[in-house]
């Protein structure tokens, strides 16, 4: 029970925090959950600041990552081999958390708070970035894709900014729990204002651009658990349905979903549904070069184009270990390993220079990036979420393409097979979204600009924020001056000090 009580405040941290995520409607909780645990890692030792970031970590991708369960059940039938993996992720994403912990303890060892707000931004990079393991989830700022005018300034500096931004508001709280004076408080409530009005201020500024009309499409049906056999005929009657009224209505192009095409080397690639001259679209399937497979978005104005995805999903697209460890035979992994292109590439479409992003991109600010720097219009993601239908995990990806819009200031287009289904334009508003899991056509106008706004500095905000963990380790590794001398001085004091030996009384 001690042990429970002296955890509290990362036990609320957890809970808060996960109360704001998606598909909550709370998302404003996150400019407060992190409060309770900051403020108690002030009074950590640097060896109890990790325990507490591991403990934090633990418990909070262990709930993050809870949609692997349910997909690994589903696939496999074992409960045991579904738990294992959330597991063993929470394990080991947890050593970023401790991580922080130890900055988080020196930054407030240092007496220089206002610095773990990048810290925290700078340990999302890190896991965002690492390779072979990248994975962009459970970011701070996530809950906040629903209120986008708090969240422009990721245009400046990626959706890492807003979480530094989220972490610093927290940081004030923390140190209002401690019991700091206000007028230390106060120029830092001053800088998180500023930012706010500078989002809302962007907010507030009309994109420009020419209006253009498009098709989203969503077949509603579960690729992901349907039979193979079966899946064909469902696919053509589903999007022909789909296709047919841009026959009726021209559009600038229909966008549908990633997973429609099996792997071919074959252009035009055999499609399960009708391709019809002078009705632009853009898909995603597989296609087969040499020895090589890659997950690829095919376009198609009369000609085709293709562009491959770089982001490969770990264990689904490709398996780490697959010679070495003989239990992942268990888990039914596909037999071979997808490729990873080289570059991102964009394709011209019906007059649209287009950015698209396959599925797991959407996670990943590197690739709508990349899109920017190739002079696309605007962004399409291509998913298949099916596997994860009933978790949270369509939510947070539904989120992400919202962050893609903001950062890049380009209208965003996601097609789902059974959803999320949206549009968003250039400030992060979603204009039209399909009800989850069914059968939808979704018209709608967009503001498609000349080409990408500039934004020269913000590639190279998270590497500051990186190096802002540097500073930190500096700060943890070497003891503050401060502390040094009052330690210097007590030891002299107490070597100095005589026992006040006093006579007896006659």
């Known amino acids: 029970m001690a042990r429970i009580v002296k955890a509290w405040p990362v036990l609320a941290s957890v809970a808060l925090l996960l109360a704001g995520f998606p598909p909550s409607p709370l998302g404003l909780l996150a400019l407060v959950a992190f409060a309770p645990w900051f403020a ?11 325990k507490s970031g591991y403990l934090f970590g633990f ?7 809870a949609w692997l369960q349910t997909l690994i059940y589903r696939w496999t039938g074992n409960l045991f081999l579904s738990i294992f993996p959330v597991v063993l992720a929470a394990l080991v994403a947890a050593w970023y958390f401790a991580f922080a912990g130890w900055l988080i303890n020196a930054c407030w060892r240092w007496k220089q708070p206002w610095i773990i707000a990048l810290v925290w931004a700078g340990i999302e990079v890190i896991r965002s970035y690492f390779p072979v393991v990248a994975f962009p989830w459970g970011l701070a700022a996530t809950p906040l894709y629903a209120h986008p005018y708090l969240i422009q300034s990721a245009f400046y500096g990626t959706i890492y900014f807003v979480s530094a931004w989220v ?15 206000h007028q230390k408080l106060r120029p830092l409530a001053a800088i998180a ?4 009005l500078a989002s809302a201020l962007r907010y507030q500024d009309k994109p420009t651009g020419e209006q253009k009309e498009f098709l989203i499409g969503q077949p509603g049906v579960d690729m992901a658990f349907t039979p193979l ?9 589903k999007v022909d349905s789909i296709l047919a009224r841009s026959i009726l209505k021209p559009v600038t192009f229909t966008l549908l979903p990633e997973g429609l095409v099996p792997a071919s080397d074959q252009i035009p690639p055999p499609t399960p549904f009708t391709v019809v001259t002078g009705m632009p679209m853009l898909f995603g399937g597989q296609r087969v070069e040499g020895e090589s497979t890659f997950q690829t978005a095919y376009g198609y104005d009369g000609q085709w184009k293709t562009a491959d995805k770089r982001r490969l999903v ?37 007059g649209v220079r287009v950015g698209p992003m396959l599925c797991f991109e959407g996670l990943f600010h590197q690739i709508s990036e990349a899109q920017v720097a190739n002079g696309a219009q605007m962004l399409a993601i291509m998913s298949l979420d099916d596997w994860y239908m009933g978790t949270e995990a369509p939510s ?9 819009a903001v950062e890049t200031g380009l209208p965003t287009l996601r097609a789902g097979s059974l ?22 056509e979704l018209p709608v106008k967009m503001t498609v600009p000349s080409g990408p706004e500039p934004a020269k500095a913000r590639p190279f905000v998270p590497w500051a924020l990186v190096g802002s963990c540097l500073v930190a380790v500096f700060f943890g590794v070497k003891k503050p001056s401060c502390l040094s001398d009052k330690s210097d001085a007590s030891v002299k004091t107490e070597k100095k000090a005589k026992p006040n030996k006093q006579k007896p009384k006659k």
């Open 419 to 440: 959803g999320y289904s949206l549009a968003a334009d250039q400030r992060g508003n979603i204009v039209a979204e399909a009800p989850l899991g069914q059968t939808a």
């Open 167 to 181: 972490a610093f508001i927290n940081v004030i709280f923390a140190m209002f729990l401690s019991g700091e004076q």
């Open 314 to 350: 770990i264990f689904g697209e490709f398996v780490p270990g697959r010679s070495w460890l003989p239990f992942l035979k268990s888990f039914h992994l596909a037999a071979s390993d997808l490729s990873a292109a080289k570059t991102t590439s964009a394709i011209d479409l019906n």
């Open 193 to 196: 204002i500023v930012i706010g």
């Open 59 to 65: 418990l909070y991708m262990g709930a993050q990552m």
């Open 229 to 237: 056999e079966e899946q064909p005929a469902l696919i053509q009657r």
């Open 40 to 50: 108690n890692l002030a009074k950590c030792t640097p060896k109890e600041s990790v």
């Open 396 to 404: 947070q990806l539904k989120s992400a393409a919202v962050f893609r």
